[in-house]
């Protein structure tokens, strides 16, 4: 049975912070590539940031370069999004992904196996 819970969402007022927590449980998380995403209303889902098996490799959308940080801790089958500097831009519901690394990493295609239930981030004015 394939779980992913996340946790950390909210309301914070803009130039705040937020970490976001996913837990994995189900599959064999450090084979796979995880990543977060988000969805705004009235608009399409955007990908945030991506991290490899390992957590050696990552990759972030150009609007949260510098502002957010993804990680993992493997022996916790637990992904991570640290948030900082928060816009009101940044207000979406936010969904944590799994895909199965072969040879390469790619986190930027929506091609992700498993899909956690979403979180809401409200970033106020």
Avoid at 2 to 8: D, K, N
Avoid at 44 to 60: D, L
Avoid at 99 to 104: A, E, I, T
């Amino acid at each position: 049975q394939v779980q992913l819970v996340e946790s950390g969402g909210g309301l914070v007022q803009a130039g705040g912070s937020l970490r976001l927590s996913c837990a994995a449980s189900g599959f064999t998380f450090s084979t796979y590539t995880m990543g977060w995403f988000r969805q705004a209303p009235g608009k399409e889902q955007e990908f945030v940031a991506g991290i490899s098996r390992r957590g050696v490799q990552t990759s972030y959308a150009d609007s949260v370069q510098d502002r957010f940080t993804i990680s993992r801790d493997n022996a916790k089958n637990t992904l991570y999004l640290q948030m900082d500097s928060l816009k009101p831009e940044d207000t979406a519901v936010y969904y944590c992904a799994a895909r199965l690394q072969g040879g390469s990493f790619v986190p930027r295609s929506p091609k992700y196996d498993y899909w956690g239930q979403g979180t809401q981030v409200t970033v106020s004015s």
